[in-house]
């Protein structure tokens, strides 16, 4: 089992940049995938952004143009550039790692956009 976590979060004005990172315990070479989700009150946690072992990315529609996931094997770390951020971009932020045995997830970090 891998702890994951997350770091980053906080208050900025809409049109404003966060870069949320996400620190593993151990080496994320092995991961099939490594993302970025978010869940906001009363909702459903969603993909934001995901990249594969081969580095291919994948990121929700809502984000596209603005977030950018990226990755440091010699860190274990991911990370989640986020820019031009908008209110509705308000959410608890989870980092989430898949191998072919299990699904680990990081404790959340908050960002709250204001406009």
């Known amino acids: 089992q891998v702890q994951l976590v997350e770091s980053g979060g906080g208050l900025v004005q809409a049109g404003g940049s966060l870069r949320l990172s996400c620190a593993a315990s151990?080496?994320?070479?092995?991961?099939?995938?490594m993302g970025w989700y978010r869940q906001s009150p009363g909702k459903q946690r969603d993909m934001v952004a995901a990249?594969?072992?081969?580095?291919?990315?994948n990121y929700a529609d809502s984000v596209k143009g603005r977030f950018t996931i990226s990755r440091d094997f010699a860190k274990n770390t991911v990370y989640l550039q986020m820019s031009s951020l908008k209110p509705e971009d308000t959410a608890v932020y989870y980092c989430?790692?898949?191998?072919?045995?299990?699904?680990?997830w990081g404790q959340g970090t908050q960002v709250a956009v204001s406009s």
């Open positions: 989430n790692a898949d191998s072919a045995a299990s699904t680990s």
């Open positions: 151990r080496s994320i070479f092995s991961f099939v995938t």
């Open positions: 990249i594969s072992h081969s580095g291919r990315t």
